[in-house]
């Protein structure tokens, strides 16, 4: 009676069954139809096999697992090179990929000659200018490990990022390029 196997028990219960309702069930009979059971249900691929209902239960699972992985996209890891392959939304359509952090523009602003080794805080967070020229190896960011602590494994700032530094305030781009429209007429009248 301590088997899994539904149809096995059920033989057993009505066998006991009939030796509680007056029917002689001798013991040695008795095991033997369990021993021939047992081979047929072995051989058969039927042992232990799960019953209608465990089978409905494990489809289920099936269904909910499948359902909770639908949810989440997923890189499909295909294409050569960088970002040829698809974020997928569980039902094949493409969706967009993370979303990646901007980079403040203030960690993109250069830093006076003489404030170049000193470091800036910001929300209560010590940062520090990275590049050749302060010992490191970024490319001019600040950054959070100091100079000297650069390991260079930051990847490169990308186009995007560096073209997105709208760091400077409007007024201050005014000034600068009134300057240089001013310098080109200086040379425009130093050639004539």
Excluded at 73 to 93: E, I
Excluded at 135 to 142: A, H, R, V
Excluded at 156 to 185: G, H, N, W
Aim: hydrophobic share 25%.
């Amino acid at each position: 009676m301590a088997v899994r196997d539904k149809e096995f028990r059920d033989m057993i219960n009505r066998k006991q069954n009939e030796d509680e309702e007056g029917q002689t069930v001798v013991t040695a009979e008795l095991m033997m139809i369990a021993a021939n059971k047992f081979k047929t249900r072995t051989s058969t691929g039927k042992w232990e096999a799960p019953s209608e209902e465990e089978e409905k239960i494990v489809a289920l699972q099936a269904k909910i697992d499948k359902l909770e992985k639908a949810k989440k996209p997923a890189y499909d890891g295909k294409g050569k090179g960088k970002g040829k392959g698809k974020w997928q939304n569980g039902k094949g359509k493409r969706s967009d990929p993370p979303k990646k952090k901007k980079i403040a523009p203030w960690m993109l602003k250069k830093p006076k000659a003489a404030d170049l080794k000193k470091p800036k805080e910001v929300d209560g967070k010590e940062w520090h200018w990275c590049s050749h020229e302060t010992g490191g190896k970024c490319e001019g960011i600040y950054r959070r490990h100091t100079p000297k602590q650069c390991k260079g494994t930051a990847k490169p700032l990308s186009k995007e990022a560096k073209e997105d530094d709208d760091s400077e305030e409007p007024a201050t781009k005014k000034v600068r390029i009134q300057k240089s429209l001013a310098a080109t007429a200086e040379d425009g009248d130093e050639s004539e």
